[in-house]
Structure formats: C-alpha cells, structure tokens
C-alpha cells in the first residue's frame, strides 16, 4: 500500500537522500533512478518457465530448487502467465496433497491480468509500478518475449549497491521515521500455534511475515518458510506443524533498533537473502520492516 508522507522531521534528510540518489551527486549516466532497468540489473539469472499444465507441485518444487521467487508460465511460445511464492501462499489449500492434484494455471496470475513493464523502464518506474500493484516480480517483455523478471530482491541489490558508494545519502534516515511513516506495530502468534494459523494469519493481514512471539524471546516466520519447508514437501497438513519447527529462531533471527539506519537495514537484508527485519526495543519488539517498506520509503523519499 502508498506509504504515508514522510513526517516534517525527516524531510531535510530526504532532500539529502533525494539529492544523493539523483544526478547532482553521480554523473547522469550513473544516476541509479534513470537508467533502463536492464542496463543494471546485469547479470540476472535466465528466466525459468513451465506449463500451465505442470503440477502445483512442480512448481514448488522447481521455484525451491531454482532459489526463485518465481516462475514464467509459457503455452507453447506464448506467455500464459506468472506464478509466484505468493501465489503459493495464498492460494494452497491445506488438504493434503492439494498441490499435486492444482494445475499451475489454476494458481497463477493470467496473462491478462499480468502487469509488464518495456526494457526502457527505469528502476523508478518499476519500483511505482510493484508499489501499484503490491507485487513484487514484474516481467520485462519486448513485444511478446520475456527479456527478465525483475524482483525486489533485484531492485533492493542495486540500491544498496548504490547507497554504499554514496555512505553520506539518506545517513540520518532510520527505521523509527520509516515506521513512523508505514505504522507500527507487529503482526504476531504465539508459539504454540500451528504453520496453518501462521499462513491463515498472513492471508487475512496481507503480509509476508508473523512474529512469533515464545515469551522471553521471539522467532519470525515467512512465505518464504512455507514454500521451502512445508509445501515444497506437501506431507503434513499446516495445521498439524508447530510453528516452531519451522519459523527463524533466535539467535539466528536479525533485528533492528529504531535508531538504525535504513541503509544499513537494506544492506544486511541484501547480504543474508532475507526481506523482513524485526524491530526490536528495549529486548521487546515494535515492529517488522520489509525491503519492501524501504524501497517504498526511499521512492517516497525522492517524489518529496
């Protein structure tokens, strides 16, 4: 969803960010937000496909296998549509077996609902569009041919990348004014709860992570976490999995204070291969942060 204005607090340091990210400070050639988006994103993996007729669980599998988020759908030459992890998320039913018996086609995101986006797309352009549309994988089509598939994960590298040849933009923008502007608070279940509650929960909430709260100490669970270590299996029902066999656990779980910087917040996301980063204060936590926030936040950032 749009994040909020930026409060007044950090709109000096937005400017800064805003003036770090654009030509005055690289050289219009290097400008990270004007560049087609495939002149860098250089070395992307190939695009993976199947058919819509290939098992759901093919699918998983394949997308687990390929560490892909996604996965074109092609009949033939012609683009069917696209299949995501979220996709997996929201649409498995929890019956076992359900994802041998599902066909892609009945799961995926159809051609023409699809949003794609033309090799002259910028990385601001692909950015507002997955804001847009609360998808994180765009295809990049040059007439009917899928020329890459353009993730968060993509755009955040690049980002990144760029922030620490620039370590003074966006210095004093940290986590407390970017959950100032997206809202506070933890999305949470106890740990004694199943995997079916957990992914119940993200369904309802629209999100991609669940705290889990054990007293003492905490845990974080993902989409992710569902397709790598449930449904890529398909031999338990959800509900019959505690929460905790799967989840991220101390003292493997990252966190954040509020105090922290964004840009360094992107950085450690980037480099562990993770989107969302707990907020933790005072050994308690106040919050969850994805790299989609942050992007969402620097894009925001740059339009005040």
């Known amino acids: 969803r749009p994040l909020a204005r930026p409060p007044r607090a950090a709109m000096s340091s937005t400017r800064t960010l805003r003036r770090g990210l654009c030509a005055s400070s690289w050289s219009k050639s290097e400008s990270w937000s004007f560049l087609p ?21 093919r699918a998983v599998v394949d997308m687990v296998k390929l560490r892909s988020g996604s996965l074109i759908v092609k009949q033939g030459d012609e683009m069917a549509g696209i299949i995501t992890e979220r996709d997996v998320l929201e649409k498995l039913p929890f019956e076992l077996g359900a994802s041998r018996r599902l066909k892609v086609s009945e799961v995926m995101t159809p051609r023409s609902s699809l949003v794609t986006a033309p090799p002259s797309f910028t990385l601001d352009q692909c950015v507002q569009a997955m804001q847009a549309g609360t998808f994180r ?8 041919q899928v020329k890459a598939v353009i993730s968060m994960r993509d755009i955040a590298q690049h980002v990144a990348a760029a922030l620490v040849k620039m370590p003074s933009s966006g210095a004093s923008l940290t986590v407390a004014a970017l959950m100032e502007a997206k809202g506070s608070g933890a999305i949470e279940l106890a740990a004694s709860q199943s995997v079916g509650e957990a992914v119940e929960l993200m369904r309802a909430k629209k999100t991609g992570s669940v705290l889990v709260n054990s007293g003492d100490t905490y845990g974080i669970i993902t989409e992710r976490d569902f397709l790598t270590k449930v449904a890529v299996y398909d031999e338990f029902d959800p509900h019959n999995i505690p929460v905790t ?10 966190s954040v204070a509020p105090t922290g910087r964004i840009a360094d ?26 790299m989609r926030d942050i992007l969402n936040y620097f894009l925001a950032a740059a339009k005040n």
């Open 137 to 144: 994988h765009l295809p990049i089509m040059q007439g009917e």
């Open 37 to 57: 988006i495939l002149n860098i994103t250089k070395g992307l993996p190939a695009v993976h496909v199947l058919p819509p007729s290939a098992s759901l669980f």
């Open 245 to 254: 066999e799967i989840m991220t656990a101390p003292p493997l779980v990252k």
């Open 265 to 290: 917040c992107l950085a450690l996301m980037v480099a562990g291969g993770f989107r969302h980063l707990p907020v933790a204060e005072k050994g308690k936590t106040v919050g969850v942060i994805s």
